[in-house]
């Protein structure tokens, strides 16, 4: 089985900075990993997929980038909305979630 | 516009049954593979099972496989989950999620989820 792990777990940052989070995978995916935002109490949203394209309707401050086992997210410059927690999921090999990173505004 | 709506979720006895319902709209149904992902209360998200268009492939994770049975209903624009044996860790927002493109590959990951319905396993 594929284990997928995110750091961090958490993480608290100021509007307008630059956010980063890493996703580890413990063997190669090639670029098949996307990444989702979820909100409380509503499902997740896909943001990214093929570790670098851009979900259509999703904001440009929004970026992934990476291949074989390490992957980042990267948010550009954090907006209020963007508070939420993230998720990591390969489709290599059937399909795994990383444990979420949750962002919160400073 | 995509619509996905989950149904059928309540309390559930350790060892008891239940089936999730997903209605879809909005899209050519027959034309995806589909799947169920699961949250357990202030958890992650965990991946459960998937159908392929036709439904001539599934797959489950190891926690579920022998118990539940993914399955669909294209004249309907349904799918299911039949879920048995049921264990407390089962506990969870169980969402309907549609597995993007269209294609007949189903290693994809998942373009429009349903608000969930919500199962307890407990006494």
């Known amino acids: 089985d594929i284990q997928m792990t995110q750091s961090p777990s958490t993480l608290s940052a100021s509007v307008g900075d630059r956010v980063t989070i890493t996703c580890r995978a413990s063997?190669?995916?090639?670029?098949?990993l996307a990444w989702y935002q979820q909100k409380p109490r509503k499902a997740p949203k896909l943001l990214i997929y093929?570790?670098?394209s851009l979900e259509s309707g999703v904001p440009s401050r929004f970026s992934g980038s990476g291949s074989g086992t390490e992957f980042t997210l990267t948010i550009s410059s954090l907006q209020p909305d963007d508070s939420a927690t993230y998720y990591c999921q390969q489709y290599s090999t059937y399909w795994t979630f990383g444990q979420g990173t949750k962002v919160e505004i400073k | 516009e995509v619509q996905l709506v989950e149904s059928g979720g309540g309390l559930v006895q350790p060892g008891g049954s239940l089936r999730l319902s997903c209605a879809a709209s909005?899209?050519?149904?027959?034309?995806?593979?589909m799947s169920w992902v699961r949250q357990a209360p202030g958890k992650g998200l965990e991946w459960v099972a998937n159908?392929?268009?036709?439904?001539?492939?599934?797959y489950y994770v190891d926690s579920v496989k022998g118990r539940f049975t993914i399955s669909r209903d294209n004249a309907k624009n349904s799918l299911y989950l039949q879920m048995n044996s049921l264990r407390a860790e089962d506990t969870a927002i169980y969402y309907c999620a549609r597995v993007w493109g269209g294609y007949s590959s189903g290693w994809y990951p998942f373009d429009y989820w349903g608000q969930g319905t919500l199962v307890t396993v407990s006494s």
């Open positions: 909005g899209f050519t149904f027959s034309n995806y593979w």
């Open positions: 159908i392929k268009q036709d439904g001539s492939e599934k």
């Open positions: 063997q190669s995916l090639s670029s098949w």
């Open positions: 093929k570790a670098s």
